[in-house]
């Protein structure tokens, strides 16, 4: 090996490293801590173990076919990390986890129990610009029901929502739950004829709410041929805007709306109805729903999810799901900003050992250490015998033990 | 999308899908539990917490010029996953975490409190043929203590190894540790005079015990023009293995291999010091040390570590460290040859909900529930009213819940 050469310290563009905050002088100068990313992990799946939620995990690895067919063009062609492995397999970087949990279904189906309550913590890749919110390394809590009809179960599904929300001490001026129904969708697309280019017209709709007047009419000439068809469903879509009524008159005959409704009369969740909510991926075909962040600072979605009956289709077999997936960097901006990480991370307090000489250590082995661990305590080994005692107590503080143990 | 196109559900060669036990009627028929593989992650975190050390991680993305330099050649040139990414840059699947290890903390090197006791529980990849105990994706916890020069942490590492055979319920039969000292190899080599071919020869003594006779004459043969020499190797070789005697005679002044000692006389481990460990990585330059199981059936190689100081000169920083790391795949292997896996994973015990109707949803999500999260007891509801109440519990007490709450 040469030994000149000096290699970046920088993780791949758009990745993190996580420190310890115990290890670091000055913790201010790391981004990432890895007990902040632990607290998004384990608060979830504190909440969904209490719901009766099992982990289930697979391989950030899969085929790549899968993904061009489901994932939606913009994942396929130009977010999709996709190569060629040394067997000439086509394989890809999960960019969601959704596909993944249908393909695990559907390779023991006919020995599973359903329902399915599954939750897995894992990571997906995408190739995109990193900003705030968004790298292209994130983890994600996969969150599913599955084998359920759309009903009582698609309620369930907002509760734990709400109780994820309240796990991290959100409030509901911090955050925003809003819901739609593809069903609904297509029933005021047809009542309205625009069928020949519902597609295109979800994908405007999808960012109606982040558009002003003249990008959406932009949008919109792209897909309509005319300006007075443009303004037709401009009009059409800002009189929704104003009042829910004429669309929710649609939503009659969808039980699981009807039940969210029921339910939502006694319950103070920030949820709302929104015509607007329509989610990227082509896959939904019920409930589908976005969080968002409320803060002013930097209002914006944080994650969602949806009903989606057809996916397992793709696999040969039929199963309703419903399911939702929130990620680590967009709760990390979410924490956040509202202040919602627990002000100090500290590892388990230790107790600090201080062998005077190496003729100590036996009897530490022996004698002192057996004895923390049947009191289940932690414990941090300063070998700088040749320090001064004041020093080496010192040095033990900073490494979170109060207390220490002199061994002669 | 086509609606023909039926996909496979098997996972990408040499990954894995983990499933719940709980959710499979015959488990039998899965081949990897996630409770299993938590299992292995928890017993281990566990012991390391314990012993005060602290999580960091960082992204299975790297670039991938540094593994090309210095993970091996076989790595680089056969096993490493190496692509392109839409911006030309090189990039790798980590097919080892040490290097990983190296640059993240050279890259906060000014900021950190030396020593580091770091653990880290991550994904690697190797493009292998998959086979019993050896996979393309598997998961090690990388252990490692950076900042303390050669000396009495070395035994310290060797007491953590000993504490996570001990946490697994490992007892001296079943397991052994073997350890060498990378800078006596060197002082022996030169007593030989080998030291012309001395990384050759690394590679042949590394596969010494695996190989009969007449294949160590092979390997040799390839390195040395001269069947003497290969006789004169063999036989050196072969009189170390009958009375280390000769050997050990020149590890005298090496400090940490006289604290292993001292330390070892009271303790009941299974290690024994052994000349023909030498470790693949060509980073070590100190103390290495190799696991094995001992089973008859399947005897092999567990796991290994060692101690390498010079590493971060790659990322223009110097620090003595010693690790290893334990992997998933050859760790399960141990586990089921001994038995040594709990008999019974449940989830958490559950109780089941049971809503007479869709009236009942409101009562449920208003006392039940909350009465059940404030005794933080988890939960289980079955939907189907349209089922006789013994179907249902019987449905429910398949999923593991033996209690059961009627909701009118």
Redesign the interface.
């Known amino acids: 090996?040469?030994?000149e050469?000096?290699?970046?310290?920088?993780?791949?563009?758009g990745?993190?490293?996580?420190?310890?905050t115990?290890?670091?002088?000055?913790p201010g100068?790391?981004n990432y801590f890895?007990?902040r990313?632990?607290h998004i992990k384990n608060t979830i799946e504190k909440v969904l173990?209490?719901?009766?939620f099992?982990?289930?995990?697979?391989?950030?690895?899969?085929?790549s076919?899968?993904f061009k067919?489901?994932s939606g063009e913009e994942l396929a062609s130009?977010a999709l990390?996709e190569?060629?492995?040394?067997?000439d397999?086509q394989?890809a970087?999960r960019p969601e986890l959704t596909l993944g949990l249908s393909?695990?279904i559907?390779?023991?189906f006919d020995?599973?129990?359903f329902p399915?309550?599954?939750f897995s913590w894992d990571?997906c890749?995408r190739?995109e610009r990193p900003q705030k919110g968004r790298l292209r390394?994130f983890w994600q809590m996969e969150v599913d029901i599955v084998g359920?009809e759309a009903?009582?179960?698609d309620?369930?599904v907002i509760?734990v929502l709400g109780e994820i929300f309240r796990a991290f001490g959100a409030d509901k001026n911090m955050y925003s739950i809003q819901y739609n129904h593809r069903g609904l969708m297509d029933l005021w697309i047809a009542k309205n004829g625009w069928q020949g280019f519902a597609g295109e017209l979800f994908a405007v709709i999808d960012n109606w709410v982040k558009l002003d007047e003249t990008a959406r009419g932009i949008d919109l000439r792209k897909i309509l041929d005319n300006q007075k068809d443009v303004q037709k469903i401009t009009n059409t879509m800002n009189r929704i805007g104003e009042d829910f009524a004429e669309y929710e008159k649609l939503a009659e005959g969808f039980v699981e709306l009807d039940?969210i409704k029921?339910?939502l009369?006694?319950?103070d969740l920030p949820i709302q109805f929104c015509p607007w909510i329509v989610r990227g991926q082509?896959y939904y075909t019920g409930l589908v729903f976005e969080c968002f962040d409320k803060n002013n600072n930097n209002p914006r979605s944080l994650f969602g999810g949806g009903r989606f009956d057809n996916l397992l289709?793709?696999?040969?077999k039929s199963v309703p799901a419903i399911g939702f997936a929130p990620g680590d960097v967009s709760m990390h901006e979410f924490l956040t900003n509202w202040n919602l990480y627990p002000d100090v991370f500290t590892?388990?307090q230790?107790i600090g050992i201080l062998?005077m000489s190496?003729k100590s250590?036996?009897k530490m082995?022996?004698e002192i250490?057996p004895k923390l661990?049947k009191q289940?305590?932690?414990?941090?080994?300063d070998?700088s015998y040749e320090r001064s005692l004041n020093k080496r107590q010192e040095a033990l503080l900073?490494?979170d033990c109060s207390e220490n143990i002199l061994v002669e």
Chains 1, 2 share one sequence.
């Open positions: 090996m040469s030994k050469t000096i290699f970046s310290t920088a993780p791949y563009k990745t993190r490293d996580f420190y310890p115990a290890s670091l002088s000055t100068k790391s890895k007990e990313q632990n173990v209490g719901c009766g099992d982990e289930y995990s697979s391989s950030v690895l899969e085929y076919d899968v067919q489901k130009r990390y190569f060629t492995d040394r067997g397999r394989i970087l393909r695990v559907a390779g023991q020995n599973l129990r399915l309550r599954w990571n890749f190739y390394e359920l009903g009582a179960v309620y369930e509760f039940l029921k339910n009369q006694s319950v082509s289709d793709l696999f040969g590892s388990q230790k062998p190496e250590l036996v082995y022996q250490i661990q289940g305590q932690a414990f941090d080994i070998y900073k490494r």
